[in-house]
């Protein structure tokens, strides 16, 4: 799977989409590729290594692990990742059942935050015995490999399946991994059967989905392991006990029961619907995040991909979110399943800086709440003080759609003796659609690279027709201003408002000369019984 890019303008049409966004600089160097005979030996020759270290006499073991550092636990997990290269990439995908590849480039932040939780899971999938063999490419080093391996971009993990790939639909914590790896190979449930499995279970898992079943059969148990096995993200756990099952979920009172449990305040969510596949996977979707969700890059194309398409956007330093959080947790349970609250650090110009551009608000450094629509690509900004009460009045509003929609606007500029008015977002209607007098309004942007010529010819025609009253020469920024009656997908663009009929504004080409732009202005809006002037 290829992350998706940091959010742009366009966010709004893609479901907030896909930043957004990823990730911190580590550089991670090649292997050498193997060119000896003992090449296909590497995995075994790894993981007999490993056991070797296991196996340390206790007192030997003991004064190693007081020199563990974090550093050389990772590069242990690492050393389990098989590095391919033009020479043992096709063997090992043929000879392994199931192959878990990662395709990076040393240079890709994302891949560098991706790497260790890679590396984790790789571990963690070892000690449970998983025959999933984890391997990683720097596919800018072996570029016809990753080509061969359809790998378009970093990172990108697929699942080889007795050599068929098929895309990585997962989380990307090492915990998100495993749990997406195992049940692609054959464990979509896990039987808890002792008060030890299940004190073991809770202490590897921060969320996971629960299920009570009196015999492991019939109708609701047959939709409760497809739902395990059509889910991606969520290990699914099930007992036929129920004083074991409620070390995991204190409050469950019958078999045949479903409850989601999470490491967060609103901890225990239990399902109420009847036992159908959809209706259970539709229940996760709208309860496995928590209460107000951070944003990461690892996380933020579930966030984009919820169903629960009006989103709250909280940004603010750090310390000030601490202080606000819990507050926020409280309005946050007056609105679940409705609204989906997002906390997005404001420091961090990688996420944050996307999103306030579409505010006209990325210079901010103070909190703000914004919200979006996804499914009606809106966007709303919270204009009073950001106290609890407030934004819980604002998401009131949201549902009940008395909120108006968010256009940015420029700051009112002063046109005295200007020959081109600047339009912005605020004066769009005052001087623009209200106008008693005819409009030719340019819309550009400061980085189109045609806008200047056009800019230039504007500038002149405004001159050459100074004299008409009833014409206004006008332009409007549209990187820094909008309005909802000027939709516009390409830069520069000229547009006629003519005078009584505002709602239908004539598009000029922009590949015009100014002569034929004259004779155009002419014909449309000079009085028939004033001589034309089209001669500049």
Excluded at 16 to 22: D, G, K, R, T, W
Excluded at 451 to 469: M, P, R, V, Y
Aim: include cysteine.
């Amino acid at each position: 799977m290829l992350f998706s890019k940091n959010p742009t303008s366009r966010f709004l049409l893609l479901t907030l989409i896909f930043v957004l966004l990823f990730f911190f600089s580590i550089n991670i160097n090649a292997s050498d590729p193997t060119n000896s005979e003992d090449d296909s030996d590497d995995l075994e020759q790894l993981l007999a290594l490993d056991e070797q270290e296991d196996q340390l006499p206790e007192d030997q073991d003991q004064e190693s692990s007081s020199r563990f550092s974090e550093a050389e636990v990772l590069s242990k997990a690492q050393r389990i990742v098989l590095e391919l290269n033009s020479d043992n990439s096709k063997r090992v995908i043929d000879e392994n059942e199931f192959v878990l590849l990662l395709g990076y480039a040393p240079w890709c932040v994302r891949s560098a935050e991706l790497m260790p939780q890679f590396a984790e899971a790789a571990t963690s999938l070892k000690e449970l015995g998983s025959p999933v063999l984890m391997a990683k490419l720097d596919a800018e080093r072996y570029p016809k490999v990753a080509s061969l391996l359809d790998i378009k971009g970093f990172p990108t993990l697929l699942l080889f399946v007795n050599r068929t790939s098929q895309a990585y639909t997962g989380g990307f914590s090492a915990e998100e991994i495993v749990i997406w790896a195992r049940k692609k190979t054959g464990v979509p449930v896990i039987r808890i059967n002792t008060v030890t499995e299940a004190e073991d279970f809770l202490k590897k898992h921060h969320m996971f989905v629960i299920g009570l079943f009196e015999k492991f059969e019939g109708s609701d148990y047959k939709a409760f392991i497809k739902a395990a096995m059509s889910d991606n993200e969520i290990q699914f756990a099930e007992a036929s006990n129920i004083e074991v099952a409620k070390l995991l979920y204190p409050d469950i009172k019958a078999t045949n029961f479903l409850g989601i449990v999470k490491s967060e305040p609103e901890r225990y969510t239990a399902y109420d619907g009847t036992f159908e596949m959809e209706n259970i996977l539709q229940f996760l979707d709208y309860n496995k995040f928590p209460l107000v969700t951070k944003l990461t890059e690892l996380n933020s194309v579930r966030v984009y991909s919820s169903p629960v398409k009006l989103q709250v956007y909280v940004f603010a330093k750090a310390d000030d979110f601490k202080i606000l959080l819990e507050p926020l947790q409280d309005v946050a349970r007056k609105f679940i399943t409705k609204v989906m609250f997002i906390y997005i650090d404001i420091v961090d110009e990688n996420l944050a800086k996307p999103f306030l551009t579409l505010f006209g608000l990325e210079e901010s450094k103070n909190t703000l709440v914004t919200a979006f629509d996804n499914k009606g690509s809106s966007k709303y900004l919270l204009q009073s003080d950001p106290t609890p009460s407030n934004i819980e009045e604002f998401c009131s509003g949201l549902l009940h759609g008395s909120i108006s929609t968010y256009f940015k606007s420029q700051p009112i500029p002063d046109n005295n003796n200007a020959s081109v008015l600047a339009v912005v977002g605020k004066t769009f209607d005052d001087l623009v659609l209200n106008s008693p007098k005819n409009v030719l309004l340019e819309v550009y942007t400061p980085w189109c690279i045609n806008c200047e010529t056009t800019s230039k010819q504007i500038e002149k025609l405004a001159k050459h027709f100074k004299g008409l009253d009833s014409l206004i020469f006008a332009k409007i920024d549209a990187s820094a201003n909008e309005h909802p009656k000027l939709q516009v997908d390409d830069y520069p663009s000229l547009f006629l408002y003519k005078a009584g009929d505002k709602d239908n504004p004539i598009k000029l080409s922009t590949k015009s000369g100014s002569k034929e732009l004259a004779a155009f202005i002419n014909k449309q809006v000079r009085p028939k019984d004033q001589g034309a002037k089209d001669e500049l």
